[in-house]
């Protein structure tokens, strides 16, 4: 789907009444979002074993990545730049599970230029091998952090 507003189009064959409650053990508060659409959402809705309550509790995600998520699909704008690094790869990560590749795409921007000081290259670094399972934009940051340190924290005056 290349815009996903069409969705709420009523030909598109998913109902506008779907929420979605996220279950974290340190916080019970509701975080409903509608119209929600990706091919594993489609299958969740609509395949053999679709999910039948109207209220969804998602667990073991981060709030704030679905949230995200939510925002792209319905071509909300999105400040990247000033969001953390976990918070970015929780975005790949919910790209990932829910088959969404231009919001691949779209995260794989602010991380490839994502800002380093002296102080934050080795905790982004630590944090991007907890990832590791995203290969391509795991090497890609750790040579930028590669980078970072051999051209602004070990050069030699």
Avoid at 24 to 48: A, C, H, W
Avoid at 68 to 80: H, P, T
Wanted: glycine letters at 4%; aromatic letters at 10%; proline letters at 5%.
């Amino acid at each position: 789907v290349k815009n996903w507003s069409q969705v709420l189009d009523p030909a598109f064959g998913i109902p506008t009444d779907v929420a979605f409650n996220m279950m974290e053990e340190d916080d019970n508060e509701d975080n409903r979002q509608e119209y929600i659409v990706s091919p594993v959402f489609k299958t969740m809705f609509f395949g053999l074993v679709k999910e039948t309550r109207e209220v969804v509790p998602i667990r073991g995600m981060n709030k704030e990545a679905f949230k995200l998520m939510i925002d792209y699909i319905y071509q909300k704008e999105i400040c990247w730049e000033e969001r953390s690094i976990t918070l970015l790869l929780e975005v790949v990560n919910m790209a990932e599970m829910y088959d969404l590749g231009g919001l691949m795409e779209e995260v794989k921007k602010p991380l490839a230029k994502f800002p380093l000081t002296p102080e934050t290259v080795v905790p982004v670094a630590s944090t991007v091998q907890v990832f590791s399972q995203f290969e391509d934009i795991s090497n890609q940051l750790l040579d930028h952090c590669a980078t970072f340190l051999a051209t602004q924290v070990l050069t030699t005056k």
